[in-house]
């Protein structure tokens, strides 16, 4: 081995959403960084395998369903042919025109990027094995852990099969099977069961907990299941998967009901989505002060600074919400603790969105949340409906929700259901992180015809003198 010397201000060690954006911004600030990632470019899970191709297959999915829903207008097209190469091609092109657009922008802002991968060998420095070459030993003054996440496994369930995928290898759309399973009935679950439901297969759902959505206000979900139960052959809830065996015919899953009843069926594929786990093994941490929990998880304070002052924890690795855009967020905290600033992760609204049709999207304090606390709230809901652009999209089973706090009429939260709803949740994240009142909302002129009106419509409920949807202040 011939170690060789470098060192560095900044060592970030992983380059997605949360890596790189970190590494961009201290760049940006002055400082020398070097990024360190097993990937050819940045972009980490997000670009690679997560969000970016997610999002590009679930288009191609949403142009078949309106091509579909046309016959409703008057406009009929043939029935679509489903070249599953060019798809895959055209999906892969994406990534890697966003991949490619990341790696110019390292070396503009002359970051010194190593394809590779890191451990500790201390609090101070690093043992780095490039793709190619030498391991490189790196001291560093401070260092950002963005190791990111891998998708969880079934527990008790122990099958090696190329039937039985995890969403890394269904991304890869290395065939669309006639039926398939998907268990999981999270965000990553239903996006992924859209897609193959959308390309031909026949999609079934099953989900241990008592609804789908975890995390989503039940008036949202239910909404949401309206139009997905057209799509899915089947959505079950309260049910886990006991046993799979591989057959001919494909996939014996053993399914046990909420009352303990045992059911078998087969499916030609399985996709499980049961999660995601920390990629905190193997970086060397038990030579810091580095501390984790009992799940893997960082553990990190508000500056997302570890146990050991000198390396930095962000996204994933960390826990709490698995979203990429709370990542990037907090690299930047992260930048700015170790320049000296005086910040702390502490976001009022952190949005989720489920990509899929109609769109689900939420920020700030849910119902759900706020009868579990006990917290006093009133709800104004604006339902689609009642939405002239919604009408004219003929897309009216959506609603906007505000929740609101009766005493300061602040909004606290805010929850979607509708296409483009994803876009629209952006509006009312800023109206909970700055504290807005729906009295702010409600005057504040929104363009017509827009579904971006639903908001302020909603608003007006709350006030009982809303124009298109009449429902009395009580």
């Known amino acids: 081995m011939a170690d060789k010397e470098n060192t560095t201000q900044l060592a970030v060690i992983g380059a997605g959403p949360g890596g790189y954006p970190a590494a961009f911004f201290a760049a940006d600030m002055g400082m020398e960084v070097t990024l360190i990632d097993p990937e050819p470019n940045p972009g980490g899970v997000c670009l690679y395998r997560g969000c970016i191709p997610t999002k590009t297959l679930l288009h191609v999915a949403d142009v078949i369903r309106e091509a579909e829903e046309a016959k409703a207008w008057g406009v009929e097209f043939s029935r679509p042919h489903m070249d599953i190469d060019k798809i895959r091609s055209w999906k892969n092109r994406v990534v890697q025109k966003i991949t490619g657009g990341t790696g110019q922008l390292t070396k ?31 001291s560093f003054e401070k260092a950002i852990l963005a190791t990111g996440s891998y998708p ?132 060397g941490l038990e030579n810091t002060k580095v501390e984790v929990d009992g799940r893997g998880f960082i553990k990190v304070d508000p500056q997302r600074r570890t146990s050991e002052s000198s390396v930095y924890a962000i996204g994933d690795v960390v826990g709490g919400a698995m979203l990429a855009h709370k990542a990037t967020h907090e690299g930047r905290v992260a930048v700015k603790s ?27 304090l849910t119902e759900t949340e706020a009868k579990e606390t006990g917290q006093e709230i009133q709800i104004a809901k604006f339902p689609w409906g009642a939405s002239g652009r919604a009408g004219s999209l003929g897309r009216m089973d959506g609603v906007t929700k505000l929740i609101i706090d009766p005493a300061t009429e602040k909004i606290l939260g805010v929850g979607l259901v509708g296409p483009g709803a994803g876009e629209l949740i952006s509006e009312g994240a800023l109206a909970v992180e ?41």
């Open 338 to 364: 170790i320049l000296g600033h005086d910040v702390s992760f502490e976001p009022k609204a952190i949005p989720a969105v489920l990509f899929t049709d109609p769109e689900v999207a939420w920020c700030g």
């Open 108 to 138: 503009q802002r002359k970051i010194n990027y190593v394809q590779g991968r890191a451990r500790f060998s201390d609090g101070q420095s690093l043992e780095i094995q490039p793709v190619e070459g030498d391991r490189v030993q790196m």
């Open 152 to 283: 969880a496994s079934l527990p008790n369930i122990t099958i090696d099969s190329p039937s039985v995928m995890n969403s890394d290898a269904a991304l890869e759309l290395p065939d669309i099977p006639k039926s398939l399973l998907v268990v999981g009935g999270g965000y990553i679950g239903l996006e992924m069961g859209t897609i193959y439901a959308s390309l031909g297969s026949e999609v079934s759902v099953v989900e241990m907990l008592p609804d789908i959505l975890p995390g989503g206000d039940a008036d949202l979900v239910r909404t949401y299941r309206l139009t997905a139960r057209k799509l899915f052959v089947s959505i079950e809830t309260n049910t886990m998967v006991t046993d799979m065996q591989e057959e001919a015919g494909g996939i014996r899953v053993t399914l046990k009901g909420k009352n303990g009843e045992k059911e078998e069926k087969v499916y030609e594929k399985v996709l499980i989505t049961v999660g995601r786990k920390p990629n905190s093994e193997g970086l």
């Open 434 to 474: 700055m504290g807005l009142k729906a009295s702010d909302m409600a005057r504040t002129i929104h363009p017509h015809p827009t579904l971006s009106e639903t908001l302020m419509e909603a608003a007006d409920v709350f006030y009982g003198h809303c124009t298109h949807f009449y429902r009395p202040k009580r």
